[in-house]
């Protein structure tokens, strides 16, 4: 049986291409002969992404889009329509963290509140929260709109949105993007059954713990030895590692393959290392 994937000619459009997963799903949908459009705020980022892809002979164009401005969205749209043709295939990746958003310590101790010099749950800034939910969530849900409309009129499609283990089970510290994570993953769920009927599918990956520029702080020091954090997350992950980017790849193949998937929507795939399967003891 031929279960080869056949995107070739076919626009793909990917958000927060100019970051290190997306990137590389845009350069693995080149490879496959897609027509990628390469969307990042940072223009520069998006443009570095496009250009590696033509140089390797793929067919690519950044664009600078803001995914929580609807007008900047359409028209980015009406730009990818003339350049490259409608979108087939949407991978809403753009999203990220912000540390406004975050707590200090993991638990709250009685007398914390008092502390002037410690961010509590009581500290958490309200905008730096709506700016990470509304960048997961309402960036996902925005840029669906704006581009789903074209597989409307295909009567085809697939979108991938971009979870993560935390939307399974939130990690400590970061309550506002695990609960954006969450909607993103529910919202995976919600929109498959909606389009149901049109025949387009929508599904999510859910990467467990992989080293990018925006946890890269997180995860090691300067002097390039990990954090206390990493420790954690390397004991609770099975396999003991962080997991490679290319190790997405065939999850993603997988989900955009209709004679591989063609029954499979609304569904959110960890990819994980054993992170989700292990109790901790």
Not at 122 to 145: C, H, K, P, R
Not at 203 to 218: C, E, S, Y
Request: aromatic share 8%; charged share 20%.
């Amino acid at each position: 049986m031929d279960y080869s994937l056949d995107i070739v000619g076919k626009v793909a459009v990917v958000t927060g291409a100019g970051g290190v997963l997306c990137s590389m799903f845009s350069k693995t949908l080149a490879e496959q002969g897609a027509k990628v459009a390469v969307l990042d705020l940072n223009e520069e980022a998006a443009q570095k992404t496009a250009d590696d892809i033509t140089k390797a002979g793929g067919c690519a164009k950044a664009y600078k889009a803001d995914v929580l401005d609807k007008a900047s969205l359409e028209t980015v749209h009406q730009q990818v329509l003339s350049d490259l043709g409608p979108c087939s295939i949407l991978i809403n990746g753009a999203g990220g963290n912000n540390k406004r958003a975050n707590t200090d310590h993991e638990y709250f101790e009685p007398g914390d509140e008092d502390k002037k010099d410690l961010t509590t749950f009581f500290d958490l800034d309200q905008a730096g929260v709506e700016f990470v939910f509304n960048l997961n969530f309402i960036g996902t849900l925005v840029t669906t709109q704006v581009f789903a409309r074209d597989m409307i009129s295909a009567k085809s499609g697939s979108i991938i949105n971009i979870s993560s283990m935390n939307a399974f089970t939130p990690l400590t510290k970061i309550p506002a993007y695990s609960g954006a994570k969450a909607a993103v993953s529910n919202f995976t769920q919600w929109l498959a059954v909606h389009f149901s009927k049109t025949g387009i599918r929508v599904n999510a990956l859910a990467p467990g713990f992989f080293v990018t520029r925006q946890n890269q702080d997180l995860l090691f020091n300067p002097d390039g030895t990990p954090t206390p954090r990493t420790g954690k997350i390397l004991a609770a992950t099975p396999m003991g590692r962080f997991g490679r980017p290319e190790e997405l790849n065939g999850t993603l193949l997988y989900l955009l393959n209709d004679k591989m998937s063609g029954f499979v929507t609304g569904i959110v795939i960890p990819i994980d290392g054993g992170f989700s399967a292990y109790s901790g003891v």
